[in-house]
């Protein structure tokens, strides 16, 4: 069966500092994989996706970065941390189409999140 | 462009009451619909799906959505609920033809349950 690791759990930081937080997928290969964040009170935003190795895709202009390093490691960065970087950070994976031009099945299945708290 | 909204930010309810979770979607071509529960301080996990077939989805925990074309709705219900069912709940949408399978979340509805 396949799981979805994230960590660290919980993250305090200050202001300015660096970020990286990491996503690894177990029991399954190629799969498209994605980072959301959700800031209090307020509903899912999707920042990256991936459909492969050094692909990335980027929803928002912002002070983040992604990079896929391997098939199924997705990373999520910051040179320099703002306090509008606290939110509740998911990674998300779904398969991948089987057949070109046929689409994925496009169900995510998501981690358990890591809560960012810039100070 | 898909969009999806869902009408209620909050729905308080009383313990064995039955509810009625409200999501109307846009989209200009056929789409795959979902439900997600997200408890405190966890990732979302999918209730149900709608991809094609029965318009009538059922999923886990007693839930269960119907999927209106006419409409544009995918409307979730519960006939009893439980204090365990307090829980924020995201209705999504994608199109079939994407590769990158992208979701399309709408803001949320916090069901408090109360006893």
């Known amino acids: 069966s396949q799981t979805i690791h994230q960590w660290p759990a919980t993250l305090v930081q200050p202001v300015g500092s660096p970020l990286s937080l990491e996503c690894t997928v177990e029991?399954?290969?190629?799969?498209?994989l994605y980072w959301y964040r959700q800031a209090a009170g307020r509903g899912l935003q999707l920042l990256f996706y991936s459909v492969g190795i050094g692909q990335i895709s980027s929803e928002v202009p912002q002070n983040l970065s992604a990079s896929r390093p391997q098939d199924r490691q997705f990373i999520l960065s910051s040179k320099k941390l703002l306090l509008s970087d606290s939110g509740f950070y998911l990674c998300?994976?779904?398969?991948?189409?089987?057949?070109?031009?046929?689409?994925?099945?496009?169900?995510?299945?998501f981690g358990p999140g890591t809560r960012l708290t810039v100070l | 462009a898909q969009s999806v909204t869902q009408l209620d930010s909050q729905v308080p309810v009383f313990e064995e009451a039955p509810v009625e979770l409200r999501c109307n979607y846009s989209?200009?071509?056929?789409?795959?619909l979902f439900w997600y529960v997200q408890y405190p301080n966890q990732g979302l996990q999918l209730l149900l799906k709608?991809?094609?077939?029965?318009?009538l989805v059922k999923g886990i925990n007693g839930f269960e959505a119907e999927f209106n074309k006419s409409q544009t709705s995918f409307h979730l219900r519960k006939p009893s609920v439980h204090i365990s069912d307090t829980a924020e709940y995201f209705c999504a949408v994608s199109d079939p033809r994407s590769n990158t399978g992208k979701l399309i979340f709408g803001q949320g509805t916090t069901l408090q349950v109360k006893p």
């Open positions: 998300a994976w779904s398969l991948r189409g089987r057949e070109r031009g046929r689409g994925s099945y496009n169900e995510q299945f």
């Open positions: 029991g399954t290969s190629n799969p498209n």
């Open positions: 709608y991809l094609s077939g029965s318009t």
């Open positions: 989209s200009s071509v056929s789409v795959y």
